[in-house]
């Protein structure tokens, strides 16, 4: 799950063309609150056996389709998520200068660094904001402000699943994992090298755990 789908593209590339992929887009989807989408959701996804790769804000999302007793979930693959609001920095998300990032006026290897924790890379860069310029402002500011309040759950989940931690992210907290690890009774916790949107960071390493999912 991803808000546009542009930033899977990487992911996409490094993947068998016989595995049942979809992208699902958050920004095809009616309703802006992270449990309706959830249940907007399981009528794009069936009922079939799936495993689910949910990074950053999906996270959230992902956690409530896995309370949908309908929905057949193998395994999901939370990739740098928070289950409430992930830093202090979330709270300032309202002074964010969106026209002068989404117009290209910050430095690319500023945002490479902060982004994806790489020297400069353009072309992650420039796919960050092909895909910001795909979500108006007033949807950004909405999703922002969503997860600035969000508020931690309490259900415990049995479905299993991988918690990719990101060495370099400077957009979610350290203590973002701890809740993870008390709600999901069946989670493997790694580390992986790169920045917040940790799966165009290290598109292979996401790829090699995607094939190991599948062979359990």
Not at 73 to 83: C, D, Q, R, T
Not at 121 to 126: I, R
Not at 130 to 141: C, E, F, V
């Amino acid at each position: 799950m991803d808000g546009t789908g542009e930033l899977f593209n990487p992911l996409l590339k490094l993947l068998p063309q016989y595995l049942e992929l979809q992208v699902i887009c958050l920004n095809s989807l009616c309703s802006q609150k992270p449990e309706e989408q959830a249940f907007e959701i399981t009528s794009l996804i069936g009922e079939d056996e799936i495993i689910i790769l949910a990074e950053s804000y999906s996270g959230f999302i992902a956690y409530h389709l896995s309370l949908i007793p309908t929905v057949n979930i193998k395994h999901i693959i939370f990739a740098a998520s928070f289950l409430e609001n992930p830093s202090k920095l979330s709270k300032l998300s309202s002074l964010l200068p969106l026209n002068l990032i989404r117009n290209g006026f910050i430095p690319s290897f500023i945002l490479s660094r902060f982004l994806f924790a790489q020297s400069n890379n353009k072309y992650l860069v420039s796919l960050f904001l092909s895909a910001l310029k795909l979500i108006d402002n007033s949807t950004l500011k909405q999703r922002l402000k969503i997860i600035s309040n969000l508020v931690a759950p309490v259900k415990q989940v049995s479905v299993p699943c991988t918690y990719v931690n990101a060495k370099s992210d400077y957009l979610v907290s350290k203590k973002s994992v701890h809740l993870f690890n008390e709600l999901f009774v069946n989670i493997n916790i790694v580390n992986a090298t790169g920045g917040h949107f940790i799966v165009q960071s290290n598109p292979l390493y996401f790829s090699k755990l995607i094939h190991g999912v599948i062979a359990i």
